[in-house]
Structures are given as C-alpha cells and as structure tokens.
C-alpha cells in the first residue's frame, strides 16, 4: 500500500461499530484521531483506555488513541475520515462543520442507513449537497457484526469505491487475521442492500417472537432476497444506468442480508422481536438504547420506491408496522400469500 491515499485516520463516532472499526485500525498499528460526542466519554477512553458504552470489553493501546469532542480537531488533523455516526444523526453532524472542511478529505463511510431528512445515501448527500468529490468516497458494508469483531472472529468487510487505488488502500488498511477485505466498484448497489436488509431484519425479529419457525424465516429471507434484487435492477436502470453494475455474487448482499436477519448480535433483528412481542416503537427505543437503521430505513426507502415506481412489498408493509401501527400478525398473513 502507498501512503499518498491515506496519512491520518479520523473516526467520527463513538458506538458498537465505531469502536469496531477503532479497534481493528489500532490492531493495525494505526494511530487514530477520534470524534466523541461527549467530554466525559473522551476522558474514559484516553485514562482507561476503553469505551464507557459500547464494547466495553475493547481495549485500546495506550497511545493508539487521541480521542476529542471537538470535530474541528479531527478535520483538521486527518485526511481521510471514517463516518460512524448513525445515519439518523449524520447529516446534523455534517452540518455543524462548514461544508469546505468535508470537501478535500477522503470519506469512509460505515453507514448502514439513508439520511432521513433527505433519503440519500451518504455519498449522494456529499456529491450533490456539500460539492464532495465521488472519487474520494469509499463505503464500508458487511456481512460483520461489531460484538464478533470485538471477539476477534473472522469477519469480511467490502470496501466499494470508484478510485481503485483509495479503495484497496482503504481495504488493505483494515485487513489482519480477523478481517478478510475485499474491494468492488459497486457503491450504490452494495449500500442500498445494506438500507434493505436491516429492514428486512426487524421483520425476521418479529417472525421469530410471532412463533413462525425456521422453515417459514427461510423462505421469508429468500423473497427478501428477490425482492432486493428487483429493486437493485430497476434502480440502476431508472438512476445509474452505468457499467457499474451490482454485484450479487458478493457477500455483502445474501451474506449480510443473513447474518442481519438470523444473528442474536442484530440489533434490528432485536428491534423487531419486541415489536412482535407488542412494544410500541418508542417503548422498543427507550429499552434498546440502541439505534435500529431500519427503523428510519423503513420510511426513507419508501420514498424512494414512491419516486421511482419501484415496488418493494415486503419493505412497505414493514413500514406500515413500524409507521403506520399495522399490527405485525396481520402483516405476516398477507405476506404468506406473497410469498413463493
């Protein structure tokens, strides 16, 4: 790997994945710049060395670390920043730095969502509302879950970029003995199946808790799946008919879009095990203290199936749950009849 791509690493946020991510790059022996949101979480991790919320059990290396609340700080000192921050809460993050500051860096987004306020993808929102470079962009999806990282146990992230050389340096820079990479072209397909399966998931969390067994979750992921593939076909077609195609041969389609719907890690699988259980969503939020990308997901894709006359019954009636107080038994007795 040549060092002209990247210099200095910044993360910003703090959560389960963030710190993930934190952790592999300092396995790595690199030292990074970290945005905190608060003072007292900053101090935690620079005098105890781990996060006080989110994979407690990380440690980091004294001195790996160089952790602020000031996100000033970290553009100035780094040039390629790695964007964590739920997707609910980034374009509020974004927006409290003068867009110019974004502009030159090199963006590594880990986000598993779509902005809400504006239903783009993050290197959409950057290209067309704050003038970043696509070439600089570069999105980090699955199949990985942050606890299985924490542990060391081998996990694969896909780096999807337009510049084949910021992509696999990138790439290259998270790869050890726990993390196998792999780098494609393949941005927009890629993210949008990472929007799609965390809705996905919260469905399979609530077959589960609604008593549907493992033979009915099979053939629900699997006409999530074709339902992905439709939309990701049509999409391309109607917005990026460019020889950027989706590849969904890779595992950052079925592979994630499994882990997210069967692993106990899942947190919109959880999401929807308690809305199958009857919580409300609020009352679901408040017990989690997590963010479900899904749940935001749910609303924002169908948007964009609405603008686009692309079709997506399994995310809208979802939606209808999470949005609208459809009740979740009544959605799987229509959905049994959809499926094949």
Known sequence: MTQKSVKQIGIVGNGSWGTALAK???DNQQHIK????????????QTRHHNPHYLTSVSFLPGTI??????????????????CVPSAYAQNVVESIDKSRWQEKNIISALKGILPDTNLLMNDYLTSRLGCQLEKYVAITGPCHAEEVADERLSYLTFSGLDDHLTESVAELFSNTYINTTSTHDIWGAQYAAVLKNIYAIGAGMAHTLDYGDNFLSVYISNCYREMYRFLEAHFEKVHPSNERPDFHTSAYLGDLLVTGYSLHSRNRRFGAMIGKGYTVQAT??????????????????????EYSIPIPIATFLYKVLWEGMNPSDMFLRLEKLFT
Do not use: H, P
């Not at 017990?287 to 935001?296: D, L, P, Q, S, W």
């Open 34 to 45: 970290w945005w905190v949101r608060n003072a007292e979480s900053v101090n935690y991790l």
């Open 285 to 306: 939020m408040l017990e989690m203290n997590m963010v479900a990308e899904g749940y935001y997901a749910a609303r924002g894709m169908q948007s964009i199936s609405k």
């Open 66 to 83: 160089d952790a602020t609340d000031n996100l000033e700080k970290v553009l100035d000192a780094c040039d390629t920043i790695v964007f």
């Open 24 to 26: 592999i790059l300092t």
